[in-house]
């Protein structure tokens, strides 16, 4: 099946631990994205890559870092910077040129910190 | 960082209703998008809309592009509870979607 996983799908950090979410696609996008959503809010973007070896910083990167080493795989790291990690994080895929962004998303991993 | 006025910013309605959602910016967008998201799962796309002023049809779901290109609608006719969700717009921003703050819908028996 084409699309795009995430794992885990409920991730716990102590205090102080940096902790990576996983994002892989098999769809052959060239676009990656990493989004937040906080209960009752939209979606507000943290990290995006169009390109292996490249990305770019969203509204809300700090506290958070990314690679792209791979053009199906985009983890994303919430580190100890980030103070208030709880929250719902989802990662998303596009072709680069075509009609319109639209993007296609995964299930999400829910972060909570213990 | 920008995101979409939408309203209303949530919906209790009757099962068989007809509901309607609008989002608007202080932008010009060249597409528009629909997603419907429900719990604890990511967005899914409904609808698509690449020119102004474009009404858009994906079965009981009709959407258009305002003609000035800074405003979108949905319309779900003959609601079911199935229907239950967070509707979210997002207009295109060349290389990043911009998204709106979300229409929760509860539909009731």
């Known amino acids: 099946d084409g699309g795009i996983t995430q794992s885990p799908k409920y991730l716990f950090r102590k205090e102080g631990q940096n902790v990576t979410l996983s994002c892989e696609q098999n769809?052959?996008?060239?676009?990656m994205y990493w989004y937040r959503q906080d209960p009752g809010q939209g979606l507000r973007l943290i990290y995006y890559s169009q390109i292996v070896n490249d990305f770019q910083k969203g509204d809300i990167a700090e506290g958070y870092s990314v690679s792209r080493e791979k053009k199906e795989s985009f983890p994303l790291t919430v580190t100890s910077a980030q103070k208030n990690p709880t929250a719902f994080y989802l990662c998303?895929?596009?072709?680069?040129?075509?009609?319109?962004?639209?993007?296609?998303f995964g299930a999400g991993t829910r972060l909570s910190v213990l | 960082g920008q995101q979409l006025n939408q309203s209303p910013q949530s919906m209790f309605i009757q099962e068989g209703e007809d509901v309607s959602m609008n989002c608007t910016s202080s932008?010009?967008?060249?597409?528009w998008l629909w997603y419907k998201q429900e719990p604890g799962e990511g967005p899914v796309l409904l609808i698509a809309l690449y020119k102004a002023g474009e009404l858009t049809s994906n079965g009981r779901l009709t959407a258009q592009f305002g003609i000035t290109r800074k405003d979108s609608f949905l319309n779900i006719s003959a609601s079911i509870p199935s229907d239950v969700g967070i509707y979210f717009c997002a207009g295109d921003n060349t290389d990043k979607l911009i998204f709106g703050t979300g229409t929760r819908l509860q539909v009731f028996p």
């Open positions: 769809l052959n996008h060239d676009a």
């Open positions: 932008s010009i967008f060249n597409t």
């Open positions: 998303a895929s596009s072709i680069v040129g075509g009609i319109g962004n639209i993007q296609y």
